[in-house]
């Protein structure tokens, strides 16, 4: 009994290429390529190579008109020190990621991390930076370009703060936080923001 176009009991009906651990669907898929597989081989191994294509350059580049791609697993540990002004930080990441991943920390004077100075570490997971004799408290996170920010994990439980010691510098201007800010609006634990990179619209929730 032949297939039908489109057929759910067609062999790879929805064609869907191989991807990164933690995306759960691929960007695009192509319901009708099955039949093109007997019919026409030369025209379905073009198209499969399109398809697959166009999905490996949506989870690099983090594109996705749909929904922003889930967060990156959150780190595992952030470990901080300080002498003389001198603030030293390294973040514990030992999970499975795709190239494209940054690191983000933040500094606050409260645990609540209501207005926090951004920091951004690019692919590194170190930060050695004088911000002066502050008593600061420390958070740090990860995010690809176009996902979800992974939730931060502050230095300390609860979350400790660390004096910097040494000479005091100017006092800090306000932070101006990171991305792209909703409304206008600025929060931790942004990175590049919601919608990531002003690419992606966050579906609304009904």
Do not use: C
Not at 94 to 103: D, I, K, N, T
Not at 109 to 119: D, L
């Amino acid at each position: 009994m032949p297939l039908k176009r489109g057929s759910r009991d067609s062999p790879r009906a929805g064609l869907k290429t191989g991807h990164y651990k933690g995306r759960v669907d691929e960007m695009l898929t192509v319901a009708q390529l099955a039949p093109l597989k007997s019919g026409d081989p030369y025209l379905y191994e073009t198209l499969v190579k399109i398809v697959s294509a166009v999905n490996a350059t949506s989870q690099n580049a983090g594109v996705d008109p749909a929904t922003p791609s889930p967060a990156p697993t959150p780190i595992a540990a952030l470990k901080v020190q300080a002498a003389n002004g001198w603030f030293d930080l390294a973040i514990t990441d030992p999970a499975a990621s795709r190239p494209g991943l940054f690191y983000f920390a933040e500094s606050d004077v409260t645990a609540a991390f209501s207005a926090p100075r951004v920091y951004f570490l690019g692919a590194s997971r170190n930060l050695y930076v004088q911000l002066g004799n502050q008593t600061l408290y420390w958070r740090a996170y990860s995010q690809y370009v176009g996902s979800l920010p992974s939730a931060p994990v502050a230095y300390g439980t609860p979350p400790t703060a660390v004096i910097g010691g040494g000479a005091s510098g100017p006092t800090p201007l306000p932070s101006s936080g990171s991305g792209t800010l909703a409304n206008g609006l600025m929060r931790g634990g942004n990175g590049f923001g919601v919608p990531a990179g002003a690419r992606i619209v966050k579906p609304a929730v009904l």
